[in-house]
């Protein structure tokens, strides 16, 4: 297996054992933000959307919702239990104009200029080649058509970040800092420049601070078990877990930490 198929076996295999918890009430930021990305956009009725790292629907469902029954929208994603809750939610939320599939950022296997919209909240850091990405979602994209890109700004999930990784280095030193991929387009400057890098001229890049309500250390562990960071979990043996669960729940009882900054990057950019 080359390494990039490796790192995407990994995502998959991470955002598949989150699922459990990734919609859990604890993790309302993944809607939240989805749903702030869409509404940037003014989408109109009759646009086609595409929506790449979709999870569980945070974005395309209601991008669904704006473009109404004469629109579509596609939503793809290496997780296939994230699609299969997104499938199950447009169902209850009778959203017929909407469909979910698995599928790769770096080779959609659509048509150029397929697309109005093009859209990735929280999923284009996951390659490793970025600039990559982005010439495959601006392919896509028709002219006239907009990109929208929504990352992790800087300070993810702090204080409480570095309460977890401390508690990892503690023991599993080998796994510290082993899954911060957003780093790297944390500042509007570095994301800008990476769209630039993918043929995507004049972006409009913005930093927009945020916190994340953390009612208790029970919540902060769902966190962690519904994201990304499940897939550093799910490396370590039982009593590992435990032992960092426990160093947890003691820091946000000392600390009385009672929220996160949820810091973002959003950029925009509309294809001449």
Not at 80 to 87: T, Y
Not at 97 to 115: I, K, P, Q
Not at 156 to 183: C, I
Not at 234 to 258: D, G, L, T, Y
Request: overall charge negative.
């Amino acid at each position: 297996m080359t390494e990039l198929n490796e790192v995407k076996a990994k995502v998959a295999a991470t955002y598949d054992a989150a699922s459990d918890l990734f919609d859990h009430p604890a993790n309302t930021f993944w809607d939240r933000f989805g749903r702030d990305t869409i509404n940037r956009l003014d989408l109109k009725p009759g646009t086609l959307v595409l929506d790449v790292c979709c999870g569980s629907g945070a974005s395309a469902l209601p991008a669904a919702e704006q473009v109404g029954d004469t629109g579509y929208v596609i939503g793809i994603d290496l997780a296939e239990k994230l699609l299969i809750l997104a499938s199950a939610k447009a169902k209850i939320k009778s959203l017929n104009n909407v469909e979910f599939r698995r599928g790769d950022m770096l080779n959609t296997g659509f048509d150029d200029a397929s697309f109005d919209v093009v859209v990735c909240v929280f999923g284009i850091f996951f390659v490793p080649d970025i600039s990559a990405a982005i010439r495959e979602l601006w392919r896509v994209l028709r002219p006239g058509g907009k990109l929208a890109i929504t990352t992790w700004g800087s300070d993810f999930f702090e204080p409480a970040n570095t309460v977890f990784w401390n508690s990892v280095r503690d023991v599993r030193p080998d796994l510290y800092k082993g899954f911060n991929p957003w780093d790297r387009i944390s500042e509007p400057s570095t994301l800008s420049a990476i769209l630039n890098e993918g043929g995507v001229p004049d972006p409009w890049v913005i930093a927009e601070p945020g916190t994340h309500p953390v009612v208790s250390a029970e919540d902060w562990w769902t966190m962690l078990l519904g994201s990304g960071y499940r897939g550093i979990i799910e490396q370590m043996e039982p009593e590992m877990v435990e032992s960092v669960r426990q160093a947890n729940f003691a820091s946000f009882a000392n600390a009385r930490i009672k929220e996160v900054q949820a810091n973002l990057v959003y950029a925009v950019a509309e294809k001449t």
